[in-house]
């Protein structure tokens, strides 16, 4: 039996579409006007030049059919990131290029809620490698600014903190975050059978970080490595500057991770907790902790069975969490949980 949440609804986003053959890298954003926003990318395979950036709404208990939103040129999508404004406007951030490390994000924004998303450019003019939010949510800061995790995949995978104090026009770059590890050329597993584009098997390091702010100004990262735990790194002025990575006791299969934060300072983390570069992407579960994330309790599986479910996405919205992940590649799957009433102060 579950502890902290209740679980209220468990589906797929969609049970099949003719738009795309696979789907993956799945993103959820609660809007103003009370629907919920997810988006993901889908083609024939993980980095081809069809995949594109998909997007259904969350309207009245119900999924709309999915759409597509972005594709701007015959390169691959990649990672799609939404973030609402307080004035309302609706930014979507994704990934474009065949070369990860070449990679450049794309911003487009919809003036409202279900207008379409209307291209401003790339965030960072000429920018190559990593800018931006690389895949999980963009929060906002105690001082209002927004706060995006970002990484970049050379040979030795580097992740940082990138900051915008003026709505996302202009961003700032924290310190390089990495780990201590040597990378000579070779592919880090040799049997997988992950659908992930061939060039990810190669480059060690840490990606990807999940953000939160445990007090005004003090910042905290979680973070996918190739090493079989996960990485945290912390800040003390609001996402500027962050200490060295160094290793939690949670396991990490190379794949991604996302947290939440509920008001009176719980951590949700959604992950699989397998402790093997390029291991398995199952199971995929919640873990919850009472104390910043220095100790976590097991509190949900979401998926057990062969396949996989991975690069979750989780958000709180009041007392409501709501999560998506990859469900084998087929489809988006989408859950709901209620916060227990007898575990909102502890």
């Not at 259904?56 to 939404?82: G, L, Q």
């Not at 996960?230 to 991604?256: I, M």
């Not at 910043?292 to 007392?319: A, F, Q, R």
Request: aromatic share 12%; proline share 5%; net charge negative.
């Amino acid at each position: 039996m579950n502890k902290y949440l209740e679980p209220q609804k468990r589906e797929l986003i969609f049970e099949e579409s003719g738009l795309f053959k696979i789907c993956h890298a799945s993103n959820i954003c609660a809007l103003q006007d009370g629907s919920l926003i997810a988006g993901w990318f889908g083609g024939e395979r993980e980095g081809s030049d069809d995949i594109a950036i998909y997007a259904s709404r969350y309207i009245d208990n119900k999924w709309t059919e999915p759409m597509r939103i972005a594709h701007d040129i015959e390169e691959p999508h990649w990672n799609p990131v939404f973030y609402q404004a307080a004035a309302g406007r609706v930014h979507l951030f994704y990934k474009v290029g065949r070369q990860i490390r070449e990679w450049y994000t794309m911003h487009r924004v919809a003036e409202n809620p279900g207008d379409d998303f209307k291209l401003i450019g790339e965030l960072v003019p000429g920018d190559r490698g990593g800018r931006g939010p690389v895949r999980c949510k963009v929060i906002t800061l105690s001082d209002g600014s927004m706060l995006a995790g970002a990484s970049t995949e050379g040979n030795i995978w580097t992740a940082y903190a990138d900051r915008s104090e003026d709505g996302g026009k202009t961003w700032t770059f924290s310190n390089p975050i990495q780990i201590g590890v040597e990378y000579h050329g070779e592919r880090t597993t040799q049997n997988s059978d992950i659908q992930v584009s061939e060039q990810s098997f190669y480059g060690r390091g840490v990606i990807q970080p999940t953000l939160w702010e445990s007090e005004a100004g003090i910042v905290h990262m979680l973070l996918r490595s190739t090493e079989g735990v996960l990485y945290r790194s912390d800040s003390r002025d609001y996402g500027k500057t962050w200490c060295e990575a160094y290793p939690t006791e949670l396991p990490n299969n190379n794949s991604g991770i996302d947290i939440a934060r509920f008001d009176d300072g719980m951590l949700v983390l959604c992950m699989n907790p397998v402790g093997q570069n390029w291991g398995p992407r199952t199971p995929i579960v919640l873990k919850v902790s009472t104390d910043n994330g220095k100790t976590w309790e097991d509190e949900c599986i979401l998926e057990d069975i062969p396949g996989e479910y991975s690069y979750p996405s989780i958000i709180v919205k009041g007392d409501k969490l709501y999560v998506t992940y990859t469900y084998d590649r087929k489809s988006i799957a989408f859950w709901q949980f209620q916060r227990k009433e007898e575990q909102q102060s502890w």
